[in-house]
């Protein structure tokens, strides 16, 4: 399995124009967060702007949204119904036609701190865009395995969200957490990002599976939170080089290789400025400027 080294990523990073508007590096929707929740959708969020998106929007529960909208001005919020118990209602769905629609987006981000939200199951069956998955949407994938998707999808599970996904036990070692990785893309389709220590990115090509293991991050990435941050990088970077080239299987594996080696390298500079033990996941978001700057020293 081949590892992804700096020059590589360097490589892979979309240009950035000098002439370039915000319209030219995409538009991400995140859709994500509840109540017991309510900060993985602004990780995610930051993230994905900090990654170089143009636009983002975060469509979260309508009780949340004046308290977001202020934590994070840079984001376009988007109020959807809740229920009593604060996740994000089945009956958001049309609401959210609605925005998608007005807006626009280049692709979605699904999952980050949503729970058991009724919105999951006709969220993934009828959004037509291409789509990074994450935490409850690949537990709602798990749940609802008749879920097949008309876009693009990058899958981001970590060990026990693959084991739920394939119905079977953690993976312990490195030669089962390849053979998940594989297993999943055949069953699935798309791109998977196997998270933990040396990430694999794998993805189905031309009748062969490409895999990529990761060389950064450390314990300064095992808190909660990180996974969020990466959704966001992914999305961010996705949607720059997507709008470039078309949102297809080669732009979002592309991509999703570029985000795990700069997620896991801001997580080891955070790591080394205020240790491994007190890295939290806005501090890898943080030291995201420094990871890019750092790859970009091979341009």
Not at 145 to 151: A, E, G, P
Not at 168 to 190: M, N, P, V
Not at 253 to 270: E, K, S
Request: proline fraction near 6%; glycine fraction near 10%; charge should be positive.
């Amino acid at each position: 399995m081949k590892k992804i080294d700096r020059s590589t990523v360097a490589r892979l990073l979309p240009e950035r124009a000098q002439d370039a508007h915000k319209g030219t590096f995409g538009r991400v929707l995140v859709i994500a967060g509840s109540r017991e929740m309510c900060g993985a959708g602004l990780l995610c969020a930051k993230s994905a702007l900090k990654a170089g998106a143009g636009l983002v929007y975060w469509a979260l529960p309508k009780s949340m949204q004046p308290a977001f909208a202020a934590a994070l001005p840079e984001v376009i919020t988007l109020p959807l119904p809740e229920t009593k118990s604060g996740e994000l209602a089945r009956n958001a769905w049309p609401v959210l036609a609605r925005y998608i629609k007005k807006f626009s987006p280049s692709l979605a981000v699904v999952g980050p701190g949503m729970g058991k939200s009724p919105l999951l199951p006709p969220l993934l069956e009828k959004i037509n865009l291409p789509l990074v998955l994450d935490g409850d949407a690949l537990n709602a994938c798990a749940s609802f395995k008749k879920i097949s998707f008309k876009n693009p999808v990058i899958f981001t599970p970590h060990p026990g969200e693959m084991a739920r996904l394939l119905q079977e036990k953690i993976a312990l070692d490195a030669a089962t957490r390849e053979r998940q990785t594989r297993q999943l893309i055949a069953k699935k389709g798309g791109v998977c990002v196997l998270k933990g220590y040396d990430t694999i990115v794998g993805v189905e090509m031309l009748r062969r599976v490409f895999l990529r293991q990761n060389t950064t991050g450390g314990p300064a990435l095992a808190k909660g939170g990180s996974g969020d941050v990466l959704s966001g990088i992914i999305a961010g970077l996705w949607s720059q080089l997507g709008t470039r080239d078309g949102f297809d299987t080669t732009s979002a594996f592309q991509m999703a290789v570029c985000a795990v080696y700069i997620h896991g390298l801001a997580g080891d500079l955070a790591g080394q400025a205020n240790s491994t033990y007190s890295v939290l996941a806005t501090d890898i978001i943080a030291y995201l400027s420094a990871a890019f700057k750092d790859v970009l020293k091979e341009k």
